[in-house]
């Protein structure tokens, strides 16, 4: 059974910074892209970063490319997504996707909250 689990969310104020972790387990991570999504309240669950197999390619949402950054830890089976210099128009539900081909798997999510 495949789980992705993401932790790491939480409030914080504008300008600070939060490090989201997804831990997969019931799959091989290095055979899938990784990436990581966010709703917010009233919103489509909209695309911020992905990252390829080996870690070789990146991919951002326009808007956060310079102050977001996604990394993998394929021994460790986790993904992560450092978020720096965060925006109260960041705050959404975070979700960690795993996808190969036709295969794709969604974790949970977490809450990130940015005051200003």
């Known amino acids: 059974q495949v789980q992705l689990v993401e932790s790491g969310g939480g409030l914080v104020q504008a300008g600070g910074s939060l490090r989201l972790s997804c831990g997969a387990s019931?799959?091989?991570?290095?055979?899938?892209?990784m990436g990581w999504f966010r709703q917010a309240p009233g919103k489509e669950r909209e695309f911020v970063a992905a990252?390829?197999?080996?870690?070789?390619?990146?991919d951002y949402k326009p808007s956060v490319k310079g102050r977001f950054t996604i990394s993998r830890d394929n021994a460790k089976s986790t993904v992560f997504l450092q978020m720096n210099s965060l925006k109260p128009e960041d705050t959404a539900v975070y979700y960690c996707?795993?996808?190969?081909?036709?295969?794709?798997?969604w974790g949970q999510g977490t809450q990130v909250t940015v005051s200003s």
């Open positions: 996707n795993a996808s190969s081909g036709s295969r794709q798997f």
């Open positions: 990252i390829n197999w080996s870690g070789s390619s990146t």
């Open positions: 019931g799959l091989t991570l290095r055979s899938y892209t």
